[in-house]
């Protein structure tokens, strides 16, 4: 079993729709999480870090659900610049900064 | 300027081949990383350096040779190349935190496509 798994999608999204997406990992000693962000072919950035008791970032709004293993990335109104690949991203207590990659969640917004 | 930068972006080469990977960063960082993303898009850590001293070593074939001249440079050496290194490169790099330490961004360089032939 891989240790952070993804839905691969794609999601095929409306532009000025919602959508939501959840990863879910294995390991309950995971201490941060993150979602990046990757456009084809290039590198992935930081999208946003995601807290225990949820946060936004404009469009974007994350949570965390310790109990169940699972992070989620919600966006509202998407754009049509919002398609793109979603990573989720873990890290383990004590793992040097170690980055767990899930394999990628792609959406695809529509005009 | 570009915080994390490495060459080549595209390297084409035959089977058996030896070759490098050069990755430099701009931002202070003291930890640096090398990544393989593979063909299923799936990104995996292979080496992490921290001030120049090797601290991640995951599961990778000793013809993966990192080196960290200084802490603002880890260079990919890869011999013998095989089939199945084909895949795209990434260098990246963060603040050091430290054993247990929590939430910090990774910045990424644009990758190193490596094509085996």
Redesign the interface.
Known sequence: RKEVEQDPGPFNVPEGATVAFNCTYSNSASQSFFWYRQDCRKEPKLLMSVYSSGNEDGRFTAQLNRASQYISLLIRDSKLSDSATYLCVVTLTDSWGKLQFGAGTQVVVTP | DTAVSQTPKYLVTQMGNDKSIKCEQNLGHD?M?W?KQDS??????MF?Y?NKEL??NETVPNRFSPKSPDKAHLNLHINSLELGDSAVY?CAS?QE????A?????F????TRLTVV
């Open positions: 930890t990383y990544y299923k898009k799936f990104l995996k850590i992490s921290n601290i991640i990434f963060s935190w430290g054993q247990g929590s939430n910090t961004e990774a990424f360089g644009q990758g």
